[in-house]
């Protein structure tokens, strides 16, 4: 698939966000993330955001007449979700757990410091290359200025209870994540994984 400067090759992986495919763009391995054009301004709020610990957006591009538009981003080849680490038994992470918890704490506190709220915080939304953790998937965050007229789409297990209930967003939610984040970490297990039912996991919380 092509347009404008843009050429996408394979899928890389699917969320409930958009589809994100290897591409090139003007000369450039990046990852191309296909979303919705009525879900493409909040995957714009992570524009200039340019952090080591944030996966830095290069584009986006809209096109009148279509109803997607693709969020052009750095691509890391070695890369792999902090999810995947977090459940493979052959990775030791117990030397890791300190140096990639400050690494996304300093990534969600440069968001913060620009008045972006992330929420939707947790290891699938982590990718780690060499050591290096960056926060991704901005397609829930939303500014300050706009939490008004947010409305919640994240993860449950990993969601804070005021959110749950309807309340505006703060920052204090992107740090309960934080808190949940550092939980699996130490224990490499799921939030709730004793439980396999969605109402459940919200009552908990």
Not at 26 to 35: F, H, I, L, T, W
Not at 51 to 57: A, C, G, L, S, Y
Not at 95 to 116: D, L, P, Y
Request: charge should be positive; charged fraction near 20%; include cysteine.
């Amino acid at each position: 698939m092509g347009w404008g400067e843009s050429k996408c090759l394979n899928i890389l992986g699917t969320g409930r966000f958009g589809t994100v495919i290897r591409g090139i763009h003007k000369g450039r391995n990046v990852a191309v993330k296909v979303v919705k054009t009525t879900n493409s301004a909040r995957e714009k709020n992570s524009f200039n955001l340019h952090h080591p610990n944030i996966v830095k957006t290069i584009d986006v591009i809209e096109q009148k007449g279509e109803n997607f538009s693709l969020i052009v981003m750095e691509y890391f080849p070695n890369s792999r979700q902090l999810q995947s680490l977090v459940e493979d038994v052959n990775v030791c992470l117990k030397n890791k757990i300190i140096s990639f918890a400050k690494q996304i704490c300093e990534g969600v506190k440069f968001c913060h410091t620009n008045k972006v709220l992330h929420l939707d915080i947790k290891p699938q939304n982590i990718l780690v290359c060499e050591d290096v953790c960056k926060l991704c998937d901005f397609g829930n965050s939303v500014r300050l200025s706009d939490i008004q007229a947010f409305k919640h789409q994240g993860t449950v297990p990993y969601t804070a209870p005021e959110l749950l209930q309807g309340k505006c967003p703060n920052e204090q939610c992107d740090i309960y994540s934080l808190g949940i984040l550092y939980w699996q970490l130490r224990s490499r297990k799921n939030p709730y994984y004793e439980i396999d039912n969605i109402e459940t996991v919200i009552y908990k919380v």
